[in-house]
């Protein structure tokens, strides 16, 4: 949002941790939200970022009205933001289609959270759509979304992988394991079948893993060097500079599964490889210019249209101001 954001100088900009209001207000005081993005350790997170950026906050958007609004996820859609445009960005890899995801498709009533990021999309409570490939048009398209609202441009955190070449991690020529949380978000994981998985593939090679940053630190740790005592475990750092190095990337249900795929890695996934370069996000460099674009001619009333016609249709609105 911040990249987006640095696109469109000339709009005011504010920003505030996801929020939803209602019963999640009461559960994250009591702690009980911790296993979502509006746990405190993440809003604490993303205060913290703000703050070194010297952005602009205003928590749960309550100082103004907006014109526009962009998020990155509409599972839950506050209702202070009924009335300005809404843009929804894709944030990353979307959950599989469980049995919860059948249900909330097909009884309205129930909680979009429910299926978690595989409901992505399906409000209908926002403008414009967009996406990080026409792979991915197409899946969410599958998953009822209106064609007409959806947008190609790419994401921000997923356009340029390559940017990841350059960095200072100390280890190279490894194998590497990004796990998820998917036990702290209610859903089965063996992690020994993980931890034996990445053993018989590394086949002794220096083994790393990188653990999400959802999860239960000291029990995942643990588990890992019991069964992979010569193991390096990380709780931090950046997950895209250690897959850059690496040799072989093993990922669960990790959208980190497609900077590997984009610099060339060996690939393991819970997903399907050829599934995945499917639905791959495009490697345009210039996402957040996109979805500025985006956000620029849906304030101005100017049609949908994919990012390279976007980019033309700005410059002949500034041309003529």
Partial sequence: MHKIASELPEYDHYFTPYYAGGIWDLARKLGLAEFTVMGRMHSDRCLAYLNKHGLKIDMKGRRHRYDLVATCSDLIVPSNTAGSKLVLVQEGMTDP???MYHAVRRIRILPRWLASTAA???????DRFCVASYGYRDLFIRRGVKPRKIVVTGIPNFDNCRAF???DFPHKGFVLVCTSDTRETFKRDDRSLLIQKALRIAAGRPLIFKLHPNERIARSTA???KDAPEALVYSSGSAEEMIANCDVLITQYSSTAYVGLALGKE?????????LKRLMPLQNGSAARNIANVCHNLMEGLPIAEPHAVSEARASVEASA
């Fill in 97 to 99: 289609e469980t049995i």
């Fill in 120 to 126: 992505t999309g399906l409000s209908d409570k926002y």
């Fill in 165 to 167: 070449l350059e960095n």
């Fill in 223 to 225: 588990e890992i060097l």
């Fill in 267 to 275: 690939v393991h996934s819970c997903f399907e490889v050829e599934e």
